[in-house]
């Protein structure tokens, strides 16, 4: 019983690290003109800073919107 109660929190345990490691995507996009240009997908770090600083296109930095696909 001792050894299926330290299996069951072992396991949990590595689950929960797994899952907390897993960077989360999206696809990004900015709008011109009416319609939306694909700019790729960006997971953790790079994901948030797009979203901050935008999209830079020669001297234009569009707003960039991102979506989980």
């Known amino acids: ?6 299996f069951l929190i072992a ?4 689950i ?3 899952s907390c490691k897993r960077e989360h995507c999206h696809a990004c996009h900015y709008d011109l003109n ?3 240009v694909e700019v790729g997908e960006y997971c953790g ?3 948030e800073a797009v979203e901050a600083e935008g999209y830079r296109v020669d001297t ?3 707003e960039v919107h991102c979506h989980e696909h």
């Open 1 to 6: 019983m001792k050894s299926t109660g330290f």
């Open 11 to 14: 396991l949990t345990a590595a």
């Open 16 to 18: 929960v690290a797994v």
């Open 34 to 36: 009416g319609a939306e």
């Open 45 to 47: 770090d790079e994901l």
């Open 60 to 62: 234009v930095t569009y």
